[in-house]
């Protein structure tokens, strides 16, 4: 694959990296850093691309792994964007008149449950492409989606009176 092909396929890709960086750091500006430097590392390790087929399930791994790393890396950092999302949210909360939508439902999963939910329902990603991208196993996959699906019914339930 050469430069502008892997130029094409990061614009093909570009939503789907943004959905899965989003789901990890929660935070656009991380997830443009995450975007960036997962971006960075597929390119210098283009050779290790075996078949360009896969290259979806691969770069999305990296944008993955490159998220979970940077989430490690930031961990003790209290950033003020989060402190005001804390805040909304508790407003949000006590407005018992608003309705909590499917996006905002993801958007409230913890991890790992959020992300597989995003590559199966958003990018109709396979359970085994899931598991290649998350380094889990198929089964752990399934699990996490299971419970996933069984925790946005409760919210879903609770809010919408499902």
């Known amino acids: 694959m050469d430069k502008d092909e892997f ?4 614009r093909l890709y570009e939503k789907s990296m943004y959905y899965v960086a989003m789901s990890v750091v929660r935070n656009e500006a991380d997830a443009g850093d995450v975007i960036s430097e997962a971006i960075y590392r597929a390119y210098k390790s283009l050779p290790a691309l075996k078949h360009k087929r896969f ?15 940077w989430i490690r890396k ?66 752990a996959v399934k699990k996490q989606l299971s419970r996933a699906r069984k925790m946005l019914y409760k919210v879903l339930k609770e809010d919408c009176e499902i």
């Not at 130029?7 to 990061?10: D, L």
């Not at 979806?56 to 993955?64: F, N, P, S, T």
């Not at 006590?94 to 597989?116: G, I, R, W």
Request: aromatic letters at 8%.
């Open 55 to 69: 290259f979806k399930a691969w770069i999305l791994r990296i944008v993955h792994n490159t998220a979970v790393e």
């Open 74 to 139: 930031n961990a003790r950092l209290v950033q003020m964007e989060a402190i005001e999302e804390n805040i909304e949210e508790q407003s949000v909360h006590d407005d018992l008149t608003m309705k909590v939508t499917l996006k905002e439902a993801v958007s409230a999963l913890k991890q790992p449950y959020q992300t597989v939910v995003i590559l199966f329902y958003y990018e109709n990603l396979s359970v085994m492409e899931i598991a290649h991208i998350t380094d889990a196993s198929v089964m």
């Open 7 to 10: 130029c094409e396929q990061i």
